[in-house]
């Protein structure tokens, strides 16, 4: 495709402002914005502030919306992070794009495993490690930094912008849908096409342009058996114990083969449609590579179709952990009086978070109580969110995917993806636009692991994109 004459220019500017771009991602970087510790709550404030100074400095009218307190586990209230909300332009002429991002990281230390400091910027053989590298700091700024390069290269913004960065998405996006639903006559008001920017691409090769997510479902199932620990010389084979009943119920949950054993957990999962395997086979994913990328003993499935439907359009169940177990080395002869099992189910289009809940709280306790023993259950519901489905065929994903194919010289892959993002469901339900998820990211890059990284390659071709989708969307409709 013959690339407009106002992107070449941008595409050069862009090329040429490399090392300022990542010096502006080691500064990002080295702010220890972890929204899950209450330590580092003043820094990830001070990443939504440093965030707010750059925008304005952009000409962009910005408000820092409170979303009030965080009650923790142990009572402590804590102040949440602003929300920042930006605008650029109100040319009724143009249409208007709102860009969602997130200012927060997942906790990470050199302890864990990094090779290096995780909030210190590493650049080596092309690319770039810290923590928020790629999840997602380096993508936020790519935002940024494409509305800067319009306004280098003196050429006029092709739409309105707008962007909503939160700075607690790690941390369940608490505040956010209460402020989204308040403003929806007022920040979201002339809004007509809203983009996240917050994804990895499949593999490393092929970008992706996401258009599903499945939502999720968390659950504590506690077993009681005593008042106390008990010595297990003493009091083994006398008293039902609670770990035993506790690894029973959550190996009932799933079979060897990950398939859902919770009764009626598949009656509104829609059928699979005959043209979709035909879909997912066209997608650029080799099951060798990705089985070596995570390093897996083995695969529950070998083959590319069944692999990706298991991942992406069905629901899958994890269990997480256990607490109240004796979980440290050496040797404890105890009998636990009280354990609790953490798992989540990732649920699909069409099924109900409340119903699956109610499905998985009689489940658990009928097997109880087929097993016939005398431990007390307890279930108890964590966070959820529902899935997201958006349509491929829009005119804005077309938009799209121009802009992918004018800065890659490829078609992209429109995919699903596994994981859960409650914020675009939110969105999609308050404002009714239409939603697409960019995927700036490499599917290597290890985000929420160690040694997370951005390819420099993807960091730069990040923002011309950006640059590249703003305007086919201003295209749209002419």
């Known amino acids: 495709m013959t690339v407009p004459g106002v992107l070449n220019v941008l595409f050069k500017y862009v090329d040429e402002n490399k090392s300022r771009y990542i010096e502006n991602l080691r500064e990002a970087v080295a702010i220890r914005s972890i929204s899950s510790l209450e330590e580092w709550r003043d820094e990830t404030i001070k990443m939504v502030n440093w965030t707010a100074d750059r925008l304005r400095k952009l000409g962009f009218q910005v408000s820092l919306e409170n979303?009030?307190?965080?009650?923790?586990?142990?009572?402590?209230?804590?102040?949440?992070?602003?929300?920042?909300?930006?605008?650029?332009?109100?040319?009724?002429?143009?249409?208007?794009?709102?860009?969602?991002?997130?200012?927060?990281?997942?906790?990470?230390?050199?302890?864990?495993?990094?090779?290096?400091?995780?909030?210190?910027?590493?650049?080596?053989?092309?690319?770039?490690?810290?923590?928020?590298?790629?999840?997602?700091?380096?993508?936020?700024?790519?935002?940024l930094h494409a509305v800067e390069a319009f306004q280098k290269i003196n050429a006029d913004l092709p739409v309105n912008v707008k962007f909503i960065f939160e700075a607690m998405e790690e941390s369940g996006s608490i505040g956010l849908g209460e402020l989204i639903a308040r403003e929806k006559d007022r920040f979201f008001q002339n809004v007509d096409y809203i983009c996240v920017c917050d994804g990895s691409s499949l593999g490393k090769d092929v970008p992706c342009i996401v258009y599903g997510l499945r939502g999720f479902c968390f659950f504590y199932l506690t077993v009681e058996c005593a008042s106390q620990d008990l010595h297990s010389g003493i009091?083994?084979?006398?008293?039902?114990?609670?770990?035993?009943?506790?690894?029973?119920?959550?190996?009932?949950?799933?079979?060897?083969?990950?398939?859902?054993?919770?009764?009626?957990?598949?009656?509104?999962?829609?059928?699979?449609?005959?043209?979709?395997?035909?879909?997912?086979?066209?997608?650029?994913?080799?099951?060798?590579?990705?089985?070596?990328?995570?390093?897996?003993?083995?695969?529950?499935?070998?083959?590319?179709?069944?692999?990706?439907?298991?991942?992406?359009?069905?629901?899958?169940?994890?269990?997480?952990?256990?607490?109240?177990?004796?979980?440290?080395?050496?040797?404890?002869?105890?009998?636990?009086?009280?354990?609790?099992?953490?798992?989540?189910?990732?649920?699909?289009?069409?099924?109900?978070?409340?119903?699956?809940?109610?499905?998985?709280?009689?489940?658990?306790?009928?097997?109880?109580?087929?097993?016939?023993?005398?431990?007390?259950?307890?279930?108890?519901?964590?966070?959820?969110?529902?899935?997201?489905?958006?349509?491929?065929?829009?005119p804005h994903y077309s938009a799209a995917m121009r802009a992918i194919t004018s800065v890659y010289k490829i078609d992209a892959d429109l995919i699903r993806a596994g994981g859960s993002m409650s914020v675009i469901t939110t969105l999609q339900q308050i404002t009714g636009k239409n939603i697409i998820n960019l995927a700036l990211s490499s599917g290597d890059d290890n985000t929420h692991s160690q040694n997370e990284k951005m390819n420099i390659e993807n960091y730069m071709n990040g923002t011309k994109v950006i640059a590249a989708y703003l305007y086919e969307v201003s295209q749209l409709n002419k």
């Open 235 to 394: 009091h083994g084979g006398a008293v039902c114990e609670a770990m035993t009943d506790l690894v029973y119920l959550l190996d009932s949950l799933v079979d060897k083969d990950g398939k859902l054993l919770i009764t009626d957990i598949y009656k509104d999962v829609i059928p699979l449609q005959p043209e979709e395997e035909t879909i997912y086979a066209k997608i650029d994913f080799n099951v060798e590579d990705y089985s070596r990328t995570v390093n897996a003993t083995k695969l529950l499935h070998n083959d590319k179709v069944k692999l990706l439907l298991n991942t992406w359009r069905y629901p899958s169940l994890s269990i997480h952990g256990i607490e109240g177990a004796h979980s440290e080395s050496g040797e404890k002869s105890v009998i636990p009086a009280k354990v609790t099992g953490k798992f989540s189910i990732r649920l699909v289009e069409n099924q109900k978070v409340e119903d699956v809940q109610a499905s998985v709280i009689k489940y658990l306790h009928k097997k109880l109580e087929e097993r016939g023993r005398a431990t007390k259950i307890k279930v108890s519901i964590g966070g959820s969110g529902a899935a997201w489905k958006e349509n491929p065929n829009h």
């Open 67 to 143: 979303i009030g307190m965080q009650v923790l586990s142990n009572g402590t209230k804590l102040q949440l992070p602003p929300v920042l909300l930006a605008t650029l332009g109100n040319d009724p002429k143009k249409k208007t794009v709102c860009i969602y991002g997130h200012l927060d990281v997942q906790q990470a230390t050199i302890g864990d495993g990094w090779d290096t400091d995780p909030f210190e910027l590493v650049e080596r053989n092309g690319k770039v490690y810290g923590r928020g590298s790629a999840d997602d700091k380096g993508p936020v700024l790519s935002c």
